[in-house]
């Protein structure tokens, strides 16, 4: 592929990943991510030939200009996107497939001073969330995803999504989890609350926890009532009170701003950004 289609494959794919890309003049000059991508095509060129010392002073004066650092010893395949580009680090032995997308504030590091393959490689179509980690000579397969600030340390799969300190594998929630999901917002309803983030793909331990606890009140509250239609046949009298519901007044001032708090973080998150 040529340089001037090339450069308009890249300008294209700007167009179709940034929604505030307004024109071509815009992303040519005002588009860091895209600038350090290109002054490293051509350092990499010139640590192939051996030019080392050239090319490492290009690649920091990329650094400087753009605030994206990336090592002339790095591959870089078609259509590889920065978003906003400040903070990035690419390492030495990094690879990058095509259609990638890293957002800004993400690594590419190694885990070891010794020679040899010490950086991530990245398939294609893989996206790296703001600030994320990704760390060792590991592979993130094609159409991988990691979520902000998560730092990951070992192999993804295709098409799975990553996320938390260490990463870890979110799952796509299936027919039953959907229905458990449903249930436990059921049972957070009748205790007088809202089950916000129980359900089951959502990666926070403390709300899967708060869904193991919805899932063992719903059989505790199944077993009791049972027990009590049995004993009404046999002529007794218990289980004819109704439960005192659960007034969110009764919860202080401090634990609400922290419950919404939490619930507005959950809201904005973002595998992606």
Not at 176 to 184: A, G, I, L, T, Y
Request: charged fraction near 20%; hydrophobic fraction near 40%; include cysteine.
């Amino acid at each position: 592929m040529g340089v001037i289609a090339r450069l308009k494959d890249d300008i294209a794919s700007i167009y179709h990943r940034d929604p505030a890309a307004n024109g071509t003049l815009e992303i040519l000059l005002n588009y860091p991510g895209m600038q350090a991508i290109w002054i490293h095509r051509i350092s990499h060129k010139l640590w192939m030939k051996k030019w080392r010392l050239l090319a490492r002073l290009l690649s920091t004066f990329s650094r400087w200009l753009t605030g994206v650092e990336i090592h002339p010893g790095a591959t870089i395949g078609d259509r590889f996107f920065i978003d906003h580009g400040m903070g990035v680090v690419i390492g030495e032995t990094a690879e990058i497939g095509n259609d990638c997308t890293l957002y800004h504030g993400v690594t590419l590091g190694g885990t070891t001073w010794q020679s040899g393959k010490r950086h991530p490689t990245l398939c294609n179509n893989v996206v790296i969330g703001a600030g994320a980690k990704i760390l060792g000579p590991i592979t993130m397969n094609d159409g991988a995803r990691v979520g902000s600030n998560s730092v990951v340390v070992k192999d993804v799969p295709a098409n799975t999504t990553v996320v938390g300190i260490p990463g870890r594998a979110v799952a796509s929630p299936s027919a039953q989890s959907k229905e458990q999901s449903e249930r436990r917002t059921e049972m957070a309803k009748k205790y007088g609350f809202d089950a916000y983030a129980v359900a089951p793909e959502n990666p926070d331990p403390v709300a899967n926890a708060i869904g193991q606890m919805l899932d063992h009140m719903h059989l505790m509250d199944s077993k009791v009532q049972e027990v009590c239609q049995a004993v009404q046949t046999m002529g007794g009298t218990v289980c004819t009170e109704k439960l005192p519901e659960l007034e969110v007044d009764e919860f202080s001032e401090a634990e609400l701003a922290a419950a919404h708090k939490r619930q507005k973080t959950l809201d904005e998150f973002d595998p992606i950004i």
